[in-house]
């Protein structure tokens, strides 16, 4: 009987340890699967972001890519896209020519008054009256510069938005559909889809088929547990 005992307590050690790698397998493919989400999402939206911002100013595009952005319902139209890039656009030039207006300004009033508010403080008569001109003017062009700066940083942070929103509603499942099918991006897409979806079902297909063995041998060291009492019963 004593045998008996020491080889059920065996099994019993050898089933908790096949059922604690059972855990630790499962945990460790939940987190490489976790992974591979994680990197095939990061390369979706880099797919579909440069789908997105290939479609510039002054550059053609089709119906079908007007009836994708439809078809998807996202709330960011084509041409409200375009029309975002079209304003970036126009402040970038506006910030270029205001820039040039204000390094000319600040040149001609640095050389008048080359330390600022104190220069003006020492001269007098006509040359300080010209100085408080130019003064005044470089601080004119400069509020205008950062006036139009400030315009832009709030159209990029639309265009942030708006990028965010496109992303958001084109990388749902019935989307994605439609974009592999239609898009411009659709050999792409659909490439990648089938890509991520092989990498689950090799990492799920390998970690099921060890899951299977670990479990043959949990049955028969639970058969054999069985077996040994039962004799006993009888």
Not at 164 to 183: I, T
């Amino acid at each position: 009987m004593i045998e008996n005992l020491i080889d059920a307590r065996k099994s019993r050690r050898k089933i908790i340890e096949l059922l604690r790698k059972q855990q630790l397998d499962d945990s460790y493919c939940s987190e490489r699967l976790k992974q591979v989400a994680l990197d095939g999402k990061r390369r979706l939206l880099g797919l579909l972001a440069a789908w997105l911002v290939s479609f510039e100013l002054d550059k053609e595009f089709s119906e079908s890519d007007r009836g994708m952005f439809a078809a998807i319902k996202t709330e960011l139209s084509l041409e409200g896209w375009i029309s975002l890039q079209r304003r970036e656009a126009e402040l970038s030039d506006k910030t270029m020519a205001a820039r040039s207006v204000e390094d000319e300004l600040y040149k001609v009033y640095h050389r008048v008054a080359p330390n600022g508010a104190i220069s003006i403080w020492l001269l007098k008569g006509a040359e300080k009256a010209k100085a408080e001109h130019l003064q005044e003017d470089y601080r004119s062009a400069k509020a205008v510069c950062e006036s139009i700066e400030r315009e832009m940083v709030v159209v990029r942070a639309d265009i942030q938005k708006a990028i965010g929103r496109f992303l958001r509603d084109a990388v749902r499942p019935e989307s994605l559909v439609l974009l592999a099918k239609e898009s411009g991006i659709k050999r792409e897409l659909s490439s990648l889809l089938q890509e991520l979806e092989k990498n689950g079902i090799s990492l799920w297909g390998a970690h099921a088929q060890k899951q299977l063995s670990s479990l043959r041998e949990l049955q028969n060291e639970s058969a054999g547990l069985s077996q040994v009492y039962s004799a006993a019963n009888a």
